[in-house]
């Protein structure tokens, strides 16, 4: 059974940081691209980051600079460092697992940023 767990959601200021996990079970993680998406309320689910097999990394505009997606094979956890957070940043985080025709979510974290 394939389980993704995210952890690390709260609640925040403008300016503050959060580091988001994502523990996988149930998949060969190490082949997997995975992935930081995120839905904010009224909004669809969008694309953060992801990192694939290689290490390679990939981000949305909105948050390149600031967030950094990493991976630890050892542990099938992935991360999501968010730095300088913003309001906009605020919404449900979900892991995504992708390999092939094979997909996996998570329930999601949520991270709320405000003053």
């Known amino acids: 059974q394939v389980q993704l767990v995210e952890s690390g959601g709260g609640l925040v200021q403008p300016g503050a940081s959060l580091r988001l996990s994502c523990a996988a079970s149930g998949i060969l993680f190490r082949l997997y691209t995975m992935g930081w998406y995120r839905q904010a309320p009224g909004k669809q689910r969008e694309l953060v980051a992801t990192?694939?097999?290689?290490?390679?990394?990939n981000y949305a505009p909105s948050v390149k600079g600031r967030f950094t997606i990493s991976r630890d094979n050892a542990k099938n956890t992935v991360y999501l460092q968010m730095n300088s957070l913003r309001p906009e940043d605020a919404a449900v985080y979900y892991c995504n697992a992708a390999f092939q025709f094979l997909e996996y979510w998570g329930k999601g974290t949520l991270v709320t940023v405000s003053s």
């Open positions: 990192i694939p097999s290689d290490g390679n990394t």
